[in-house]
């Protein structure tokens, strides 16, 4: 088992900057994927960056590019997602997630084994 404890959400002004974080614990030798997911009401849940060990690949969606960055510190077993230039179109529950076998694609939230509770980040235009 993997525990995943989400933290560094926060209410900013468009163009600000916050840095999440996601604290593991338990087996996370086994984890392929570390990845960031967000879900805005009434959306579906959306990747947004992963991290695979295997190659220290990162991956990031689209709209998220040049803004967004993915990484992670392995003596602290800590994931981290870095957000600058945030817009209001950012605006959503932010969750952690891991996956332990390799995955058809790391934007599709069912092949992820382990969840954080969420962190919630509110942009204000």
């Known amino acids: 088992q993997v525990q995943l404890v989400e933290s560094g959400g926060g209410s900013v002004q468009a163009g600000g900057s916050l840095r999440l974080s996601c604290a593991a614990s338990?087996?996370?030798?086994?984890?392929?994927?570390w990845t960031w997911f967000r879900q805005a009401p009434g959306k579906e849940r959306e990747g947004v960056a992963a991290f695979y060990t295997g190659a220290g690949s990162t991956y990031y969606v689209d709209s998220v590019k040049g803004r967004f960055t993915i990484s992670r510190d392995n003596a602290k077993n800590t994931l981290y997602l870095q957000m600058n230039s945030l817009q209001p179109e950012d605006t959503a529950m932010y969750y952690c997630?891991?996956?332990?076998?390799?995955?058809?694609?790391?934007?599709?939230?069912?092949?992820?084994?382990?969840w954080g509770q969420g962190t919630q980040v509110t942009v204000s235009s």
């Open positions: 338990g087996y996370t030798y086994s984890i392929y994927y």
């Open positions: 997630a891991a996956a332990h076998r390799y995955v058809r694609s790391w934007r599709i939230s069912s092949e992820y084994n382990f």
